[in-house]
T-cell receptor, first 117, second 117 residues
């Protein structure tokens, strides 16, 4: 299994409070992703990073920010949590060498269940 | 925009029997990858099988095989000799091949597979 950890694994917070989720990898992979999983929606991309300090928005980025100051850590921040952000959050990584065939796989962390009350 | 559709929210199969999960996708690209991920109750996302669009041969991994119909944009997963451990959510996913740079996964909404003893 790829060395990916997420912390915390579970969190309950109140509406309006800031929340930061952490993804840590030991694989030295270039690409890191944050997805959210909701019933009836599958997984949807929030933000991704293609290197230290290089990030970009995904499909559902509103209300979220990210930072990557080190290769191994990718932080997802909810500046002011809302009930609509109650979800399971997954981090994923990929090597990013791609090669001519773009063959990289994405490996997923164990997920963080966030409840906003 | 690319989309992935799984039309079967739930499926059931008898242990040792064969089951096929359906997936269709929409894209204007010719070079891409398709995946099936398994998510057991533990929530861990596990890559089951991968298909490169440029390959005509259908991918196979032990009891898992796909039927890839590029013209019809169809990508079904067949599970042979179903086992109790196969019970899980199954997600179909698409990724465009950027030829060396990374692309995010686009997921279907999932199919919940139950296996009856």
């Amino acid at each position: 299994d790829a060395g990916i950890t997420q912390s915390p694994r579970h969190k309950v917070t109140e509406t309006g409070t800031p929340v930061t989720l952490r993804c840590h990898q030991t694989e030295n992979h270039r690409y890191m992703y944050w997805y959210r999983q909701d019933p009836g929606h599958g997984l949807r991309l929030i933000h991704y990073s293609y290197g230290v300090k290089d990030t970009d928005k995904g499909e559902v980025s509103d209300g979220y920010s990210v930072s990557r100051s080190k290769t191994e850590d990718f932080l997802l921040t909810l500046e002011s949590a809302t009930s609509s952000q109650t979800s399971v959050y997954f981090c994923a990584i990929s090597l990013g060498t791609g090669g001519p065939l773009g063959e990289d796989e994405q490996y997923f962390g164990p997920g963080t269940r966030l409840t906003v009350t | 925009a690319q989309t992935v559709t799984q039309s079967q929210p739930e499926m059931s199969v008898q242990e040792a029997e064969t089951v096929t999960l359906s997936c269709t996708y929409d894209t204007s690209e010719s070079d891409y990858y398709l995946f099936w991920y398994k998510q057991p109750p533990s929530r861990q996302m596990i890559l089951v099988i991968r298909q490169e669009a440029y390959k005509q041969q259908n991918a196979t991994e032990n009891r898992f095989s796909v039927n890839f119909q590029k013209a019809a944009k169809s990508f079904s997963l067949k599970i042979s000799d179903s086992q109790l451990g196969d019970a899980a959510m199954y997600f179909c996913a698409y990724r465009r091949n950027y030829g060396g740079s990374q692309g995010n996964l686009i997921f279907g909404k999932g199919t919940k597979l139950s296996v009856k003893p």
